[in-house]
């Protein structure tokens, strides 16, 4: 079970203003997550996160929430070992730069930057890579509290046929599974830059497990950032006005690595708990409408 508080370092009450009718919601949520012999140790704070994920639809957080469960305790692959020191995971730090930039759009969403710095395919673990994008993205919903929503920015720079030859399609489904139909925030776009001639065969892998809500998301760009935002919220490498990627990656590889070293260690165990054989247990509490509908903005 876990030890540290989650989903939030930093805010173990989060700062979110809610309605009485909200507050109700969590509160409900919340004791039938205690009342699920199978989850693990659940904070109010995450009834509270997948609540505002969801935008106060409790069916659809109590659907968000099973599959966290069950798909961090299907993949170990990649929500196991998540020691940010250790050779697989700092293999993935030498080589990428995974940035959060300090300021928003104007509609408030958070713009996540990710790319290659060694563009090596045989340097190259996929299920190493999504590993340590996972614990990244743990990290930035602990610093940023609940936001209005993310913008991921993925640059394709550097990428070649022989990474897609290190795609290991378990990992990819539980991933593409995870991101869509498990991950507690709210994804506003994913762009792709610098989109390379090979994204005919990545679309090519990846369409099968695209559900039609992410592929809305998706944008595909030859050029960078600067087409779509201002150059206010935008890295120096890209043209923009802030700090160059590598100084914002400096800031986010410390906290990754002593901060919350021990948080994300601890954040393995935040998955469905398995019967042990032999033993009677109670099963999962089907979702239903017992849940106060409301119509929440």
Not at 19 to 27: E, G, I, K, P, R
């Amino acid at each position: 079970m876990t030890k540290l508080l989650h989903p939030f370092l930093n805010h173990p009450v989060t700062t979110e203003k809610l309605t009485s009718d909200q507050n109700a919601l969590v509160d409900d949520l919340y004791n039938w997550i205690k009342d699920q012999p199978t989850y693990p140790n659940l904070s109010r704070e995450h009834a509270h996160q997948f609540l505002h994920a969801c935008y106060w639809n409790t069916l659809k957080a109590k659907k968000a929430l099973q599959n966290y469960c069950e798909i961090r305790a299907n993949s170990p692959l990649i929500f196991a070992n998540r020691d940010s020191m250790s050779d697989s995971v700092q293999n993935v730090f030498n080589m990428t730069q995974m940035v959060s930039v300090p300021k928003t759009t104007p509609e408030g969403y958070h713009l996540l930057f990710y790319r290659l710095t060694d563009t090596d395919p045989a340097k190259m673990n996929f299920s190493d890579a999504v590993r340590a994008f996972c614990m990244f993205n743990d990290l930035r919903i602990s610093e940023d509290g609940l936001t209005e929503g993310y913008i991921v920015v993925f640059d394709m720079k550097g990428l070649k046929l022989g990474h897609l030859a290190k795609i290991q399609l378990g990992s990819l489904r539980a991933f593409m599974s995870y991101i869509q139909e498990a991950h507690p925030v709210r994804l506003k776009k994913v762009l792709v830059i610098h989109a390379a001639s090979i994204i005919n065969q990545i679309m090519m892998i990846l369409r099968p497990l695209i559900k039609s809500d992410l592929l809305s998301l998706l944008q595909f760009t030859p050029n960078g950032p600067l087409e779509l935002f201002s150059e206010d919220i935008i890295p120096e490498d890209y043209g923009g006005k802030l700090k160059s990627m590598a100084e914002y990656y400096k800031v986010e590889r410390k906290l990754l690595e002593s901060k919350y070293r021990d948080w994300l260690i601890d954040s393995e165990d935040l998955k469905e708990i398995r019967p042990k054989k032999g033993k009677d247990t109670k099963s999962v509490q089907p979702i239903t409408n017992s849940f106060s509908q409301l119509e929440i903005d």
